[in-house]
């Protein structure tokens, strides 16, 4: 597994906003996909949105659709997620995971590799 880190969680009031950090090493968002997940306690882990080779910017959570907007780096292996009017629901430890050489997927099982996560407590 190549190393992937997450930043910028934290403890935000409901309707503020706050930015998630990814910085996949060894991805380049130009040949590779770089993805955000969440997961809740007690649920799935959800697929929000990615950023890949050929298929571009996907999105893949109606729950964020419109709040929720992923975006690359300066760098190529940099990607955020910009997540605005938070709701206590959106709760959740958010992870970014790469894929190599293909394009975005919801599919969790085909990303090869995570980072440890980063919490966002959304406060009501």
């Known amino acids: 597994q190549l190393p992937i880190v997450e930043s910028g969680g934290g403890l935000v009031q409901s309707g503020e906003s706050l930015r998630l950090s990814c910085t996949a090493s060894?991805?380049?968002?130009?040949?590779?996909?770089i993805g955000w997940f969440r997961q809740a306690p007690g649920k799935e882990r959800e697929a929000l949105a990615c950023?890949?080779?050929?298929?571009?910017?996907?999105d893949f959570s109606d729950a964020v659709k419109g709040r929720f907007t992923v975006s690359p780096g300066n760098n190529k292996n940099t990607v955020y997620l910009q997540m605005n009017s938070v709701k206590p629901e959106d709760t959740a430890v958010y992870y970014c995971?790469?894929?190599?050489?293909?394009?975005?997927?919801?599919?969790?099982?085909?990303?090869?590799?995570w980072g440890q996560g980063t919490q966002v407590t959304v406060s009501s």
């Open positions: 950023i890949g080779t050929i298929t571009g910017i996907m």
């Open positions: 060894g991805f380049d968002v130009d040949q590779d996909s």
């Open positions: 995971a790469g894929r190599k050489g293909r394009g975005c997927t919801s599919y969790r099982q085909l990303y090869d590799s």
